[in-house]
């Protein structure tokens, strides 16, 4: 959630990063710092707890200016939010940088300087760079080949600006885990966690690819790759038109938001993996102790978050081992409730303000949990801040009430939080390392999915007159059967249930008929003979089934049965794949019926009232 703003101009920077820090500012913080090298060849820094206004009335208090800086809003992974760990870092009063993400062998490192003569004045990760380069600088000349030399030795995520007293005018960046931009101006440059921040100052940007270092001045950049070739990427101009406020090419908010998933899958992962895992300490800086004494979980959510965390209890009690209890918040917070020993409560809410999931999260500190942990998309919602630990799901606004990539990337944080637990109770390196990869390849998959657009509009025109469906899913499909329904009714006001596929034949089947459309997610799994043998109840009884099914499913169509064929993948993430289509075919039937699709009749984003 940290966010690095930089500068090198012909002009003070001064104003210029802080407007930035201030448009980052949605991303979350606990405290902010700026850094500059003034006229006199000297670097000034200030730094402040809480908002960027504060570190506006530090820099009043004893101004200062300069052409070269860097700057920082920082959300604590390592060490409590203080002064002392708020970034800019510094080593020799002549050497500063900005981190984003997460250096996962900073404790070795932090030995070794230690041993060196370094004195550490912080908790951070951060802080073993700038000294690791600063020691380094003293056998190379050439401040970027130092930079260069200290990234070989960093295991983990980085994002990092760096300026020094004694190599006036650059100002070096390197990126790997975490993202990073570059603003093309005149006579100036500009680096940014988010291009967004210098929209101010440039609509030019150069997007820098993993492994990357760049070095910045007046009049030149300069770009090595993870090979140490230099490389040339090319210019893109921002289009202002895509901004998150505004529809830009499409009808509805809706439908862009289902279209944002893959890069909105990104932006969740960003920082928190690397090639040999999970970085666990984005959860927070008490998340290991925490998740060390972790033996159970409780989970509580409302509507399309609950489904979300039913998934969840899918994975944590298959794949950690764990006992895993959820509940809808509105029940859980007004009856006598017990928690099992060393329970993490975890809430999971889009907006962090909803009513009955603040109210329930308010009830557990006083039932005796271990600890308490918000999944949320906005940074300093009241859920967040009155919780042990919190992680983003990046996700960006949301403006369509009828939530789409929010539940995505509920669903990828999820599974991170599987990973971390699962490290305590078996979980082999080699399983981590494949789930892993496997979500680095998951925003790919997606796009193949979103390119079917076409085909599900097809399937949607049988909906037109339709006034009730039936929903159906086996294991963590379940959950996703019933999101897929919530969104149909939502939108279309078509009264829409979902059941677990082997429920038909004890009550269910008495509705089917040619009027009550059957919508089932078949994903290619050890459930897929038993949903076949359901799918055959439904069409002896003359149902009309619409499939949405793996490619090698031996499903095809047939009359009354009409099949999607999905891209291959793997059993974990089928949840987070299949809800696309159903996202799709809800947004096109709608769209059939003419109703308002991204405010549909009497509901609201954010649910404040019980």
Not at 560 to 589: A, D, M, N, R, T
């Amino acid at each position: 959630m940290c966010g690095i703003v930089g500068g090198i101009a012909k002009r003070e920077v001064n104003e210029i990063l802080v407007e930035g820090l201030r448009r980052l500012e949605y991303r979350g913080y606990d405290s902010a710092g700026l850094a500059v090298l003034n006229d006199a060849g000297h670097i000034d820094r200030c730094r402040r707890m809480g908002k960027v206004i504060e570190l506006e009335n530090g820099i009043k208090e004893r101004p200062f200016a300069g052409n070269m800086g860097i700057a920082h809003t920082r959300w604590a992974t390592h060490g409590k939010p203080s002064e002392e760990n708020a970034h800019p870092h510094m080593s020799s009063e002549r050497l500063v940088i900005v981190h984003n993400g997460i250096i996962e062998n900073h404790e070795q490192l932090r030995r070794e300087l230690q041993g060196d003569g370094y004195q550490f004045a912080s908790q951070t990760d951060t802080e073993v760079i700038v000294h690791l380069l600063h020691k380094n600088l003293q056998k190379i000349s050439s401040l970027t080949d130092a930079v260069k030399e200290t990234i070989q030795s960093l295991e983990g995520a980085y994002a990092l600006g760096v300026i020094s007293a004694d190599h006036p005018g650059i100002l070096v960046a390197a990126r790997q885990g975490s993202p990073l931009v570059i603003g093309v101006g005149s006579g100036e440059h500009f680096i940014a966690s988010d291009q967004l921040a210098l929209l101010q100052v440039t609509d030019r940007f150069i997007f820098l690819n993993e492994g990357d270092v760049a070095e910045l001045s007046t009049d030149h950049v300069h770009v090595w790759d993870k090979d140490n070739a230099e490389v040339v990427h090319d210019e893109t101009l921002f289009e202002h038109k895509m901004g998150s406020a505004d529809k830009g090419e499409y009808r509805h908010y809706m439908m862009k938001e289902i279209f944002e998933q893959p890069d909105v899958i990104r932006n969740c992962l960003e920082g928190r993996i690397s090639k040999n895992g999970l970085l666990e300490q984005a959860f927070g800086i008490k998340a290991k102790e925490v998740f060390d004494q972790t033996q159970a979980v409780q989970i509580i959510a409302c509507g399309t978050s609950y489904h979300s965390g039913l998934v969840a209890k899918y994975w944590i009690e298959s794949m950690v081992g764990i006992p895993c209890q959820i509940e809808v918040a509105s029940e859980y917070r007004y009856r006598k409730t017990v928690a099992l020993p060393n329970s993490l409560f975890i809430t999971i809410s889009q907006s962090g303000e909803t009513a009955d999931t603040l109210a329930a999260l308010r009830k557990s500190k006083e039932i005796g949990f271990l600890a308490s942990l918000s999944v949320c998309n906005v940074p300093g919602s009241s859920l967040v801040r009155e919780s042990d630990l919190a992680i983003m799901t990046n996700a960006g606004p949301e403006i369509g009430v009828a939530s789409t990539k929010a539940f995505t990337s509920q669903l990828v944080v999820l599974m991170l939080l599987t990973i971390a637990l699962g490290r305590r109770h078996g979980m082999v390196p080699q399983v981590e390392e494949e789930i892993v990869a496997e979500l680095t390849q998951l925003p790919q998959l997606v796009e193949k999915t979103l390119a079917m657009d076409d085909d599900i509009k097809q399937m949607a025109n049988a909906f037109a007159e339709k006034h009730n469906s039936l929903f159906l899913g086996r294991g963590a499909m379940y959950p996703i059967a019933m999101e897929g329904a919530l969104k149909l009714k939502e939108i279309s006001y078509i009264h829409a249930e979902a059941y677990p596929a082997g429920e038909l034949k004890h009550g269910p089947l008495a509705l089917v008929d040619k009027d009550m459309p059957i919508v089932t997610v078949a994903p290619h799994n050890g459930m897929l003979d038993k949903l076949k043998s359901n799918l055959e109840e439904v069409r002896a009884r003359g149902g009309q089934l619409f499939v949405f099914a793996d490619e090698r499913a031996d499903v095809e169509a047939g009359e009354g049965l009409e099949v999607l064929k999905l891209p291959v993948i793997s059993e974990l993430l089928e949840p987070i794949l299949y809800i696309i289509p159903l996202q799709l075919f809800s947004y096109h039937v709608a769209i059939l019926k003419g109703t308002d699709v991204d405010q549909p009749r009497n509901l609201a984003k954010s649910v404040t009232v019980e």
